[in-house]
């Protein structure tokens, strides 16, 4: 049985700039619907860098865009909801018609002692707001992408939002204000 071409062994992260490999980057978010259950939906053709040196993983640095315009949710209903233009005069319910990208720029990163994870502090631009996130990261992997033979690495994240603090407050509080964020995203040497 041949073997996948990435490990999480970090003896295989090549220093340099990565770039995120669209297609396979998602951000995945989950709120509380009524109490009763919670709803999922995912953010996706996520692009940016990452600038890492193995030798000095404090100083990486990411910065991400991720198109709002192409939220998806399971239910069309849901879907032209989340973009749907605002009334005359008021905000929008969610992003409205034609929503700038969001991003996400790192201030620092912390490692921690395994040499696996780390703190990614750094600052969210949502519906024009500007606020400071700490995402947990994990190293997923590295190697050569058998396809294009870059030097690919892919990490994990978790975080959660409030809503509220990005104007984003339609439904609350029948409709969560904490977003929980669930990052996957791959980087590709260029």
Do not use: C, Q
């Not at 991720?66 to 849901?78: D, E, F, Q, Y």
């Not at 905000?91 to 040499?115: C, E, K, L, Q, R």
């Not at 696996?116 to 700490?134: F, R």
């Amino acid at each position: 049985m041949p073997e996948a071409p990435g490990k999480a062994d970090k003896s295989r992260v090549v220093a340099g700039t990565y770039t995120a490999d669209a297609g396979h980057s998602l951000v995945a978010w989950n709120v509380n619907h009524f109490g009763f259950n919670d709803y999922f939906g995912l953010f996706g053709d996520i692009t940016g860098t990452l600038d890492i040196d193995p030798a000095n993983p404090a100083a990486a640095k990411v910065s991400v865009k991720i198109p709002v315009s192409k939220v998806l949710t399971a239910s069309p209903g849901l879907n032209a909801h989340l973009l749907k233009p605002a009334a005359e005069g008021k905000p929008a319910d969610f992003f409205g018609a034609a929503p700038a990208d969001a991003t996400f720029v790192s201030t620092s990163v912390v490692p921690a002692t395994d040499g696996m994870s780390a703190t990614i502090t750094g600052n969210l631009t949502l519906n024009g707001v500007t606020k400071p996130v700490a995402i947990a990261a994990t190293f997923a992997g590295a190697g050569t992408n058998p396809f294009n033979k870059a030097s690919t690495l892919g990490f994990h994240g978790t975080t959660s939002i409030k809503r509220s603090d990005f104007n984003v407050k339609y439904g609350l509080p029948f409709v969560s204000d904490e977003v929980k964020l669930d990052i996957t995203v791959a980087f590709e040497k260029k």
